[in-house]
């Protein structure tokens, strides 16, 4: 069983940035792939960004390419999201999640475990 708690959400002008964290609990946490995902009011919930167990293989939405970086650090337990040049689109609650199988993915069925989000406003 993993828990996983957001953090660093909040509200930011137009080409600000804002880090998120997410801590997770439970000693096999460097053995999960994570992901972060996002949901915007009406819409579905929609990947942003993956990272393997290892930290070795990341992915990134076509939308956050160049501007988000994931990574994580296993001795903290914690995966992180950086988010710069931020856009009104980006405005959503974003997810951590992670993936029992070690790779993380593109797809909400392939992960195990939902932290409760934390929301992101990015102003005009």
């Known amino acids: 069983q993993v828990q996983l708690v957001e953090s660093g959400g909040g509200l930011v002008q137009a080409g600000g940035s804002l880090r998120l964290s997410c801590a997770a609990s439970?000693?096999?946490?460097?053995?999960?792939?994570m992901g972060w995902f996002r949901q915007a009011p009406g819409k579905e919930r929609e990947f942003v960004a993956a990272i393997s167990y290892s930290g070795g293989n990341t992915d990134y939405a076509d939308s956050v390419k160049g501007r988000f970086t994931i990574s994580r650090d296993n001795a903290k337990n914690t995966v992180y999201l950086q988010m710069n040049s931020l856009k009104p689109e980006d405005t959503a609650v974003y997810y951590c999640?992670?993936?029992?199988?070690?790779?993380?993915?593109?797809?909400?069925?392939?992960?195990?475990?939902w932290g409760q989000g934390t929301q992101v406003t990015v102003s005009s």
């Open positions: 999640a992670a993936d029992y199988h070690g790779y993380g993915g593109r797809s909400r069925p392939q992960y195990d475990y």
């Open positions: 439970g000693r096999t946490f460097r053995t999960y792939g």
